[in-house]
């Protein structure tokens, strides 16, 4: 069974750019969450989705956004980028919300 | 105060020994508890996961959870140098909508052939 794809694996911005970032979560599973992990600051949660809809939001500013398409799988968006964004950005996802969330292997945003 | 404190270590063992990772906690609406290992460059991997206070073990991992001290452990016997990696401890409430996950920063292991 595929575990979590994500997409790019690298991506290069500059200040004040956008950047999107793309998630497919384990076949059947309905629940995709975004964390990000930067360097320190440990793994913090931004965002999650379920059935489509933004169910509950992290302490990040507006400029994050996502969507859940109807195959379930994410988008992740980030405008006006800072250098401060640089992360490694994970997404993961669960059978239904509120289950045992396995973890793609990210993607690291560097931010010039 | 965290919500969740580990230490960042790092932690170098030879290989064979006991390790002790550890992990406290100060919301008590926390009431699943799981391990991560994540290798560098790599998404964390889901070790253990553990609903009551107790133990549950799992091969050479072994998980302790104690909901009164707000304390949690993971204890890796006969280490192996394949489980140099960073281990992360998580945390989430029961119900409603918050499933987020609220980690530990991650205590970093080397096991030493």
């Known amino acids: 069974e595929a575990g979590v794809t994500q997409s790019p694996t690298h991506l290069i911005k500059t200040r004040g750019q956008q950047a999107t970032l793309r998630c497919s979560p384990i076949s059947g599973h309905t629940s995709v969450y975004w964390y990000q992990q930067a360097l320190g600051l440990g793994l913090q949660f931004l965002l999650w989705y379920d059935e489509g809809e933004e169910r509950n939001r992290g302490n990040f500013p507006p400029r994050f956004s996502g969507r859940q398409f109807p195959n379930y799988s994410s988008e992740l968006n980030v405008n006006a980028l800072e250098l401060e964004d640089s992360a490694l950005y994970l997404c993961?996802?669960?059978?239904?919300?509120?289950?045992?969330?396995?973890f793609g292997p990210g993607t690291r945003l560097t931010v010039l | 105060q965290k919500e969740v404190e580990q230490d960042p270590g790092p932690l170098s063992v030879p290989e064979g020994a006991i390790v002790s990772l550890n992990c406290t906690y100060s919301n008590s609406a926390f009431q699943y508890f799981m391990w991560y290992r994540q290798y560098s460059r790599k998404g964390p991997e889901l070790l253990m996961y553990?609903?009551?206070?107790g133990n549950k073990e799992d091969g050479r991992f072994t998980a302790q959870v104690d909901k009164s001290s707000k304390y949690i452990s993971l204890f890796i016997r006969d280490s192996q140098p394949s489980d140099s990696a960073t281990y992360l401890c998580?945390?989430?409430?029961?119900?409603?909508?918050?499933?987020?996950?609220?980690f530990g920063k991650g205590t970093l292991l080397t096991v030493n052939p």
């Open positions: 993961a996802s669960s059978l239904e919300a509120g289950a045992v969330q396995f």
């Open positions: 553990t609903y009551s206070s």
């Open positions: 998580a945390m989430k409430e029961s119900g409603g909508s918050n499933y987020k996950l609220t």
